[in-house]
């Protein structure tokens, strides 16, 4: 891979030739939506439950596969996703998203998580931006309404809560044997969906949010003397585990930087600019081993596994590292190594698949993983190759 025009290249025949016509295939016709769960060896169970995370991902990706590529028949599965999601994955009586359905679209799990509220805010309001459909963004705003009423306190965002918005343990985002109030997963996706939603409708106040959460992660979720953001927190954000995350802040780095573009607010560039280039550095020192990205280190015990969005997430960070001071030309190598990684490892080259969810880090996959459930979609490798199509590493 000689230069970015080949990784474009390639890029946009991996996203034509792989992950759309995989979850394309993945349309339930008879139900809505799209099927929940493909296990390892490509059973597809046609009753799974349905994660309204992956249906307001998959509405994202399509919303911007169209935007990237302007096919027509793209913006059809986009709003294919989106009738699933405003008549089933939303609460008409309460407001907000579900956790999840049964497979004919019936509620399953109840729970409202602000973290899914989220979601379906970034995913509309790129549906927004892609269809102009008005209903489409109030939907957003109702339910940044409700994130904004019900979830935000002094010190951040609260996450857990049952159906009708009273809180509950955070079970759904806590890993790692404890129980968070607030985790750094959380806070980021709310920034990614504002900074959306700001982008496609200028709201000001919204604006205001996305600054004050700026504030959060450089005051509470950054830690200068370890190079790396906190990721579990108590109520009033303190950490509470010695956990590193190398996926999660490689993609912190660069949709923080997404998110001072869409701000152009100098001063927070100022503020925010030395953390994004500190902990995309971190992450290449520690982190970017054999060809690929490592997972975590928790207590100072590193875990190995190369896990698919971990990967995908890296080649996004490391060109943006590049390209935000092209003298750094050893991201730009190393954003081409990981990629070359997943196309010859990550990728499930099995008729009828699409990625692995893990490998180590010769490529050996590992089999108790599915390729589809609630978590695993198109939203990170759908997202490297919108951002290896849109960005210009060249230079």
Not at 218 to 226: A, E, F, H
Not at 340 to 367: A, C, M
Request: glycine letters at 6%.
């Amino acid at each position: 891979m000689d230069n970015y025009k080949h990784m474009k290249e390639l890029a946009k025949a991996h996203l034509t030739e792989v992950i759309i016509p995989f979850w394309n295939k993945l349309r339930d016709e008879e139900n809505g939506g799209f099927y929940g769960y493909l296990d390892f060896d490509l059973q597809l169970d046609k009753k799974a439950v349905k994660g309204c995370i992956l249906n307001s991902r998959i509405l994202w990706f399509y919303s911007n596969a169209y935007l990237i590529l302007g096919e027509e028949d793209l913006l059809s599965y986009a709003k294919y996703a989106y009738e699933f999601l405003k008549t089933h994955c939303y609460d008409q009586t309460y407001g907000g998203i579900y956790w999840s359905l049964n497979y004919d679209g019936s509620t399953y799990g109840t729970t409202k998580h602000t973290y899914n509220q989220a979601f379906a805010v970034y995913a509309l309001s790129s549906y927004y931006f892609a269809t102009k459909d008005e209903e489409a963004i109030n939907l957003a705003k109702s339910i940044i309404e409700i994130i904004e009423k019900k979830s935000t306190d002094t010190y951040g965002y609260l996450e857990a809560f049952d159906r009708g918005f009273l809180p509950i343990d955070n079970e759904k985002l806590s890993e790692n044997g404890v129980i968070a109030h607030k985790t750094m997963n959380t806070l980021l996706h709310i920034f990614e969906a504002y900074t959306e939603y700001y982008r496609v409708t200028g709201d000001v106040e919204i604006k205001k949010r996305l600054m004050w959460i700026l504030d959060i992660i450089r005051t509470k979720v950054y830690n200068p003397n370890l190079h790396r953001q906190e990721v579990f927190f108590d109520e009033y954000m303190n950490s509470i585990l010695d956990l590193h995350s190398y996926g999660h802040d490689i993609e912190a780095a660069w949709l923080i930087d997404r998110g001072l573009n869409v701000l152009e607010e100098p001063k927070y560039d100022s503020l925010l600019n030395p953390i994004t280039k500190d902990l995309t550095n971190q992450v290449y020192q520690i982190a970017y081993q054999d060809h690929s990205l490592l997972n975590e280190c928790e207590k100072g015990k590193v875990n190995t596994s190369r896990i698919w969005w971990v990967q995908a997430e890296a080649v996004v960070g490391f060109l943006n590292g590049y390209e935000n001071d092209r003298n750094e030309t050893r991201y730009f190598e190393a954003a081409k190594d990981i990629f070359q990684f997943i196309l010859e490892n990550v990728h499930d080259k099995r008729t009828g698949s699409e990625w692995f969810w893990e490998v180590d880090k010769d490529g050996n996959p590992y089999s108790k993983k599915p390729i589809v459930e609630p978590w695993k979609c198109p939203y990170h490798n759908g997202r490297m190759c919108f951002e290896i199509l849109r960005r210009d590493c060249v230079g």
